[in-house]
């Protein structure tokens, strides 16, 4: 007799999240949520129901609208159900443009979640304010981020006005799954600490969405699941304009009648843990210390007890290091739906910012053969009931009929897959801790990726690369600070003694206004030279748009009359506004319609077929009230675009300069950036084929590879440096062609990916060279680092941020370790979709010496073989 047995596991390795990394579409616009997961408390016309809420999409009438005249005191509410638990981080929002004939919009909203449909919360921020502010036109998007994020299955958008109005809406939510599962914790609430001497910290759960009654908070999230771990220094807060003490809870010793924390933990479904995460504060010379033990009882059901046998872990204590850690606490793979743990104090205080589980997830359903007929109907019961064999009653006095050889056979399969099962949870397990252990770098002696077909193997040409030290070169759990000057970039001079002296020392110093106009070649540069850290030197990288500006030679102000701009006025009145991509100090881009640009520019114009409709563009709009040094930095970008003519960049198609408010108009791609393109996909594959699941293959990422290198060795030759080369500013036609652009900086979709120093400037430094960093030098070798960087993130289809387990401060420290050269310092690991003849191109490209990487001509001949024509 057959028995099938279907496995499905799951691990999650590390499952705590980090709310600027966590900031995906969940799918209104491109309709990965269907029309039947979106509803309303009305509508105000069939054309304009909940199905139309969807962010830059025009279908019925264009949007959302709820019936009649919204009151001041209406409730109505647009309701998206996500069919899972999610953690959301941002909302964005537009109103009724319907092609420049709607103007309806709200000007403010609040939000309402639920886990699971029936109990309903009020979202708040951090301070306590339940409205937001959304739309002040029809056809602008506005993106908002959730301080704090919010953690539920149902949302529920309900628009605000403080007059009689007509308002209609579009939406679109960001975030990722919530694989924790957590949809509950209880604990005594936190408490003030005052020392002597030092600021009042107020150690309380703020932002708890439960109930908090005789000083017992149960039933709700808060702090300990918002993806923000505190700082070492438990004063210092992430957040802006909150109290001392704002990022952690804590408990003094003795305050509860006894010497321990009890907290209990409820999730969605019966899980089987393997660990639990607490962020601890550590600062032991203020009386705070991380935990001595845990124990932890499990609960299979709500309505059930909790078991006898605690799970207990100890804690080593720490008297030395300072700094707030992760304390993993094994759970030995019990099963249940509700934990409770007791923290036991190991000082005064105990403090927590942020708790986190791990479960493996195993479904064994019943074999789905045809009865099996047994000769032992008694001894049947022993049988696990996963895979109890049902029994013929007509067969109970029957003789053995020669199945009994037939039966063991089946047992002892069934137990050897069940042995099988357990040396594959315990293996995961095992790869699952080294991975928590160290930032993700895997090296190519211990995982090999084999692509499946002869034609997705590429060989590269490139010279042997010298030995690298790998992430796991150094397990730490947490990459340690070794200053706390680290915290503030200014640190690095102290950080780096050798830093500190100033940029006249050097012989070529370390400006980019004018790159690759050195008096010495960059080889002798940073070996004749005394390099500084280059905070001071570092003026803003963006342009008057909030977009990167090309850096160049010098221009000077005669060169930049009218009469020096080569491509054409083009009407104003044409240009039909559609969203707001950005925006900066003195100027914003939006994404409009240009109606008759291809028949105004003529033939060979850059424009995709349109039939006659009107063509997407980008432009860029300089605000009336801007400064002259403004606008003299508009009209230099203009002199600057006008000069470039590459099929895989960008380019100028005409200006509205006449008249304020002075524009340009450049190209836009129908599908968008790369990084979104990208990461909304998945490798191709029969899955993905079977299942509709968009894909690309290893052929349209080397394509993709093979044209940005060809951009940027066209900005190479006329001397240009990008600054800011990455997936986000490169865009996407339906024919996967790309063109290299400049728009990243000013969105807010990816405000984190950029670190701003002291208020004065936004870097990439996730992108940038360590000589970008530390000395302020941008050259063609700092975008060929930066290339590097952009190959990794098309090979990791933008599944993940670069260094995404460091942040922006251990990114700076690492810079300093690429200049000691001391091997000390962490690369990008191997992708595994990427073939290892590329992965060395890209650390080639990471090269410490400026003079040994590669230049774009050379990357682009390296790559271009490869790509069928």
């Known amino acids: ?188 609430e936190g408490q003030l600490m005052m020392p002597p001497g030092y600021p009042i910290a107020s150690l309380n759960d703020s932002t708890y969405d439960g109930a908090h009654e005789r000083r017992k908070l149960s039933g709700g999230l808060g702090q300990l699941t918002d993806g923000v771990i505190g700082q070492d220094d438990f004063l210092r807060t992430r957040q802006y304009h909150v109290w001392p003490g704002y990022d952690y809870v804590g408990w003094r010793n003795g305050s509860l009648g006894s010497g321990y924390v009890e907290m209990e933990f409820v999730f969605d479904k019966q899980r089987n843990f393997t660990s639990m995460k607490v962020h601890s504060n550590n600062m032991f010379y203020r009386g705070v210390k991380i935990f001595s033990s845990v124990s932890c009882s499990f609960k299979p059901r709500l309505i059930a007890n909790w078991e006898v046998e605690p799970v207990e872990f100890h804690t080593v204590l720490d008297d030395r290091n300072p700094s ?277 520019l003529g033939e060979g114009a850059p424009l995709p077929d349109r039939d006659g409709r009107p063509v997407l563009v980008a432009v860029k709009q300089l605000r009336a009230d801007a400064t002259n040094n403004a606008r003299y930095d508009f009209l230099k970008e203009i002199k600057i675009m006008s000069r470039l003519n590459d099929p895989n960049i960008i380019q100028l198609l005409c200006v509205c300069v006449s008249s304020d408010p002075l524009c340009m108009v450049t190209e836009y791609m129908d599908n968008g950036d790369l990084n979104m393109f990208l990461s909304q996909r998945e490798m191709e594959s029969t899955l993905t084929h079977a299942n509709n699941i968009p894909s690309v293959s290893l052929s349209d990422l080397l394509h993709m590879s093979v044209q940005i290198s060809s951009g940027m060795r066209y900005l190479a030759s006329l001397n240009f440096v990008h600054r800011d080369l990455a997936t986000r500013n490169c865009l996407l036609d339906r024919r996967l062609t790309i063109k290299i652009a400049d728009f990243g900086m000013s969105r807010n979709l990816y405000s984190s990916d950029y670190y701003r120093i002291q208020g004065r400037a936004v870097l990439p430094i996730r992108w940038m060279a360590w000589e970008s960093i530390l000395l302020g030098k941008f050259t063609t070798a700092s975008d060929v680092w930066a290339f590097g960087v952009t190959l990794w993130e098309i090979f990791t289809l933008c599944k993940e941020q670069p260094y995404s387990l460091l942040s922006d401060e251990q990114v700076i420290e690492n810079t300093g370790e690429f200049f000691r050269n001391q091997g000390r310092q962490i690369f990008l690991f191997a992708p595994p979709l990427c073939p290892p003849s590329l992965f060395e191109l890209m650390m080639r490209c990471w090269d410490r010496d400026i003079a040994d990487r590669p230049t774009f001509e050379g990357l682009y001949q390296a790559l271009r073989p490869h790509v069928v024509q």
């Open 324 to 600: 707030a850690r992760y304390v993993t606490v094994p759970l030995g793979r019990r099963n249940a739906k509700a934990l409770r743990c007791r923290f036991h104090f190991a000082d005064v205080w105990m403090m927590f910012s942020e708790i986190s589980f791990q479960s493996a997830d195993t479904v064994i359903p019943t074999q789905i053969t045809p009865v099996v007929t047994s000769p032992w109907p008694k001894e049947e019961s022993s049988l696990p009931t996963t895979h109890k064999t049902a029994t013929n009653p007509s067969a109970k006095d029957q003789p053995d009929d020669g199945n009994t050889p037939i039966l063991i056979g089946c047992l002892v399969t069934i137990i050897l897959l069940l042995v099988v099962i357990i040396f594959l949870i315990l293996w995961c397990q095992y790869v699952c801790k080294v991975l928590e252990k160290a930032p993700r770098r895997i090296l190519e002696e211990e995982v090999t990726v084999r692509l499946s077909s002869s034609s997705d193997t590429i060989i590269l040409q490139t010279p042997p690369v010298p030995p690298r030290v790998s992430q796991m070169d150094h397990p730490y759990e947490r990459v340690f600070l070794l200053d706390p000057q680290y915290q503030d970039p200014a640190g690095l001079r102290n950080k780096l003694p050798e830093l500190s002296q100033s940029a006249e020392t050097s012989a070529c110093g370390g400006g980019y206004a004018e790159p690759d106009v050195t008096q010495c070649t960059p080889h002798q540069c940073f070996q004749s030279s005394v390099p500084h850290y280059a905070e001071t030197d570092i003026v803003s990288l963006q342009g008057v748009t909030g977009s990167n500006m090309y850096a160049v030679p010098a221009l000077t102000v005669d060169s930049l009359t009218r009469k020096d701009i080569s491509v054409a006025e083009f009407p104003r009145h044409r240009l039909l506004f559609r969203e707001k991509l950005g925006e900066g100090q003195f100027g914003e881009v939006h994404l409009c319609e240009a109606e008759g640009l291809p028949e105004f």
């Open 1 to 188: 007799m057959l028995f099938f047995l279907l496995l499905v596991f799951q691990a999650n390795a590390n499952a705590q999240i980090d709310p600027a990394h966590c900031r995906y579409p969940l799918g209104m616009e491109d309709g990965r949520i269907k029309d039947h997961d979106i509803t309303a408390s009305s509508q105000w016309y069939e054309t304009t129901g909940p199905q139309y809420a969807r962010l830059n999409r025009e279908e019925g009438d264009g949007a959302w609208c709820p019936a009649g005249l919204l009151q001041p005191s209406d409730t109505q509410y647009l309701q998206v159900d996500l069919g899972q638990l999610t953690f959301l981080t941002v909302v964005g929002t537009q109103g009724r443009y319907a092609r420049n004939s709607g103007k309806e919009f709200a000007r403010m909203y609040r939000l309402n979640y639920s886990h699971d449909g029936q109990l309903w919360r009020s979202w708040r921020n951090r301070l306590g304010n339940k409205t937001m502010e959304a739309n002040d036109n029809a056809y602008a998007s506005v993106i908002k981020d959730l301080h704090p994020p919010i953690i539920s299955r149902y949302l529920r958008l309900i628009p605000v006005t403080k007059m009689p109005t007509t308002v209609c809406m579009r939406l679109e939510l960001y975030g990722c799954p919530w694989h924790d599962g957590l949809t509950s914790y209880s604990s005594p």
